[in-house]
Structures are given as structure tokens and as C-alpha cells.
């Protein structure tokens, strides 16, 4: 593979990753006319949340589980999305080195 191959790979690359992003900026003009449209776009952030969280929580296992229950309850009472999410990440830290659990 020499330089021009790479350099049309990172072309139609970038071509592709532009192509997306501006067909969704246009859909997005199209979608603002139907009625009703604008509750599904509110519901779309928290269900791919749930979507990428879900996985990897079920992956780590018992841990994973109280891990997240520690870290909703943390953010319930504070409000604090980083305190919650780093106590969360060190309970995980801690039981994965053999130091908690």
C-alpha cells in the first residue's frame, strides 16, 4: 500500500463521516415538519444512554450491577454526574485489583 492509496482511503473516509453528518442535519429540517416527531427525538438520547451503559454493566457482572445501583443512588441524592460516575469506576476499580469484595 503506498501514499496515494492511503491517502484516497482517508478521502472517501472523510467523504463517508461529512456524507452522515450533513444527511442528518438535512433529515433533521425534514423531520421538524410532522406532527408529533419532536417526543421521539426527546426519547432518542436516553434510550442509546441505556443502550451503551446496559451492555458493560451486565458484563462486569454482581459488581457491575452494585456498581451502577451505588452510583443512581449517589446521583439522586447530590445530583453530582462525575462524583457519582467516579465512585461507580472506583468500586469497579477496586474489586478488579482484589481490594474490595
Not at 29 to 40: E, G, P, Q
Not at 71 to 98: E, Q
Amino acid at each position: 500500500m503506498n501514499n496515494i492509496d492511503i491517502l484516497l482511503i482517508i478521502i472517501f473516509v472523510a467523504i463517508g463521516t461529512y456524507t452522515l453528518r450533513f444527511s442528518g442535519l438535512f433529515l433533521a429540517n425534514k423531520l421538524k415538519r410532522i406532527k408529533h416527531i419532536d417526543l421521539l427525538l426527546e426519547a432518542i438520547p436516553a434510550t442509546l444512554l441505556i443502550s451503551l451503559v446496559v451492555p458493560s454493566i451486565i458484563k462486569t457482572g454482581i459488581i457491575g450491577i452494585i456498581a451502577a445501583g451505588v452510583s443512581i443512588l449517589i446521583m439522586h441524592k447530590t445530583k453530582n454526574t462525575f462524583l457519582s460516575m467516579s465512585i461507580a469506576v472506583v468500586i469497579v476499580a477496586l474489586h478488579r485489583n482484589g481490594l474490595l469484595l
